[in-house]
């Protein structure tokens, strides 16, 4: 349990690392957390809990499905969130839900991956400081 717990932190803090690198300061960031208020709260960013409720707190629960988890996206996209970061202990999401998966490949742009740490997503026209990091992994390694 405490190594588990370890590599937990390791990952979280890989996260704050890779987001202040590349996010530009002051960006609303989504992070699929399962409600860890440490993960969402980015040095220099505004991290927001996904999925959340109305109150901007963790919902509680996963999205039903694809289309829940798509809609639950797109209001939050609206709302101003600039990207969405996956983290890797949730990289699920991404085999579970297909069709978001699909829908965030087709509508926007990778920023990065990074291994064993995150995906991140542009949700807006907001661009990243650093797509190129060389420190990061190409897209084709995934």
């Known amino acids: 349990e405490r190594r588990v717990d370890s590599e937990y932190a390791a990952i979280r803090e890989r996260v704050h690392q890779v987001a202040r690198c590349l996010l530009p300061p002051g960006s609303v960031v989504l992070v699929i957390s399962r409600g860890d208020d440490e993960l969402v709260d980015l040095p220099e960013l505004q991290g927001w809990h996904f999925p959340q409720m109305p109150d901007g707190t ?11 988890a798509i809609e639950r996206l797109e209001l939050l996209r609206e709302e101003g969130a600039h990207y969405l970061v996956v983290p890797a202990t949730s990289a699920w999401w991404l085999e579970h839900y297909g069709g978001f998966r699909r829908h965030l490949e087709t509508q926007y742009p990778l920023v990065a991956i990074v291994r064993d740490t995150a995906m991140i997503y542009e949700l807006s026209g907001v661009q990243a400081a650093s797509v190129m990091n060389p420190s990061l992994e190409s897209r084709s390694s995934v």
């Open 58 to 68: 963790y919902a509680g629960h996963h999205p039903a499905d694809d289309g829940d």
